[in-house]
């Protein structure tokens, strides 16, 4: 499954839609393809490490292409990234986290729960069901056929009870 994050730099006392970089469908995770951002010491050097995700990860997706999640802020999204014009604040399904912290920090840090800081980002919704960007897995399951109706020889990509191909 993908893990989701949204990134943002936030312009004044509450987060806009204005604020909102982009997103990413996939490796969202602070050890991930954000781990320069989650240790970006001022603005710039998070805006270029947005840019490089940008220009390294196919399922960004930038402010300017909309909105791409079918839920309405980052409280549902995996991982958001706000630079607070200090330091990097990182939200994981809208809990405040350290990115780098060890799970009794996050289990901690969870209990104290969600927080609303989010802007409602609908009116800029452009959501992406499938493809890179929208960080979908679909998988299909299909019942087999009888034994008597496999093509002979089976392909190969199929595997037998037993486990042989």
Request: some cysteine; aromatic content about 12%.
């Amino acid at each position: 499954m993908g893990t989701r994050a949204d990134f943002y730099i936030k312009s004044g006392d509450a987060l806009t839609p204005n604020d909102w970089l982009g997103s990413i469908g996939y490796d969202g995770y602070p050890g991930g393809a954000p781990s320069g951002v989650a240790r970006a010491g001022s603005e710039e050097e998070f805006r270029a490490a947005v840019e490089e995700i940008a220009d390294t990860q196919r399922s960004y997706t930038d402010a300017s292409e909309g909105w791409p999640w079918p839920w309405e802020d980052s409280l549902t999204t995996d991982y958001a990234y706000v630079w607070d014009g200090t330091r990097v604040a990182c939200y994981c399904f809208g809990c405040a986290t350290d990115p780098f912290g060890d799970e009794a920090t996050y289990e901690r840090e969870r209990q104290v729960g969600r927080v609303d800081i989010f802007p409602d980002m609908r009116a800029l919704a452009n959501v992406h069901l499938g493809g890179v960007k929208s960080g979908l897995i679909v998988i299909s399951v299909r019942t087999p056929p009888p034994d008597d109706e496999w093509p002979d020889p089976a392909p190969s990509s199929i595997l037998t009870n037993g486990g042989d191909a």
